[in-house]
């Protein structure tokens, strides 16, 4: 028979690569709006990044409900982003706060705390001890921004999710099966964001942090997610001021 985990990880893969492939055939609204440059100035396309959030978010669903509302939240603020932040300039979570002060919303801000919401909404679902759902929300939060504040380079997002759920496949029960459907969505994009054809954008960085955040949580107690929230807070002062004066390949915050 076939394992909860294998079967999770098979779904994820599947859903990513029929979508990536649908959209791609497809391009809603033309392909100038699913095309951006890179790093190195390569033309490459967001189609995985849609996919990869509606794959995972579905897939996570089968195994925690609230696991899927975290990873969908994710996709859908990381998608504002990447079309309404796309080209704004701003890096940084100051810079977007600045604005907000200012009265201007962007996509960064709408991602700051759209995000923040989601994540605490669905720690409250997945624990039950008001300072466990506190740290589930900061874990599965900043899960999702560390990833996001990776892909940067081609397949640098989608392998660190590979390296970093991995462990998790062996843990078993809920957290095993959500680490599963983090590196399925990673294993089927990486070869193409590898190749510089595709990248995930923040819509599809956002949900893979989510869903391996929320990995973390199914599988960890207090201490573990003490320790894990430190680790992603940590990350993310240190992004913000590694990422000055980095060039973007397509993430905005």
């Known amino acids: 028979m076939i394992s909860r985990t294998a079967t999770s990880f098979a779904l994820a893969v599947s859903l ?27 033309t490459v396309g967001l189609y995985p990044g849609p996919a990869v959030a509606v794959a995972a978010a579905a897939a996570a669903a089968r195994v925690r409900p ?15 982003d990447d079309v309404a932040g796309a080209g704004d300039g701003r890096r940084g979570f100051r810079a977007h706060l600045a604005a907000l002060r200012g009265g201007e919303v962007t996509g960064g801000a709408v991602k700051l705390f759209g995000i923040t919401a989601a994540r605490l909404a669905a720690g409250a679902l997945l624990k039950q001890r008001p300072l466990d759902r506190f740290l589930a929300g900061v874990v599965i939060a900043g899960a999702a921004h560390a990833v996001n504040l ?97 060039h973007p390949s397509n993430s905005l915050v």
């Open 150 to 246: 990776l892909d940067v380079r081609p397949g640098r997002a989608a392998g660190a999710v590979l390296a970093l759920g991995a462990p998790g496949l062996l843990r078993g029960g809920p957290g095993a099966e959500l680490a599963a459907v983090t590196t399925g969505a990673a294993a089927a994009v990486l070869p193409e964001d590898l190749g510089e054809r595709v990248m995930l954008g923040d819509t599809g960085a956002h949900a893979l942090g989510a869903v391996l955040g929320t990995a973390v949580v199914a599988s960890n107690g207090r201490a573990g997610l003490v320790a894990h929230a430190a680790v992603v807070v940590a990350a993310a002062v240190h992004g913000e001021w590694g990422r000055e004066g980095e």
């Open 66 to 80: 609230a696991a899927g509302l975290a990873v969908l939240a994710a996709g859908v603020c990381g998608a504002w």
């Open 16 to 42: 990513t690569r029929a979508g990536t492939a649908g959209l791609r055939a497809l391009a809603p609204g033309g392909r100038a709006r699913w095309e951006r440059r890179n790093h190195a100035g390569r």
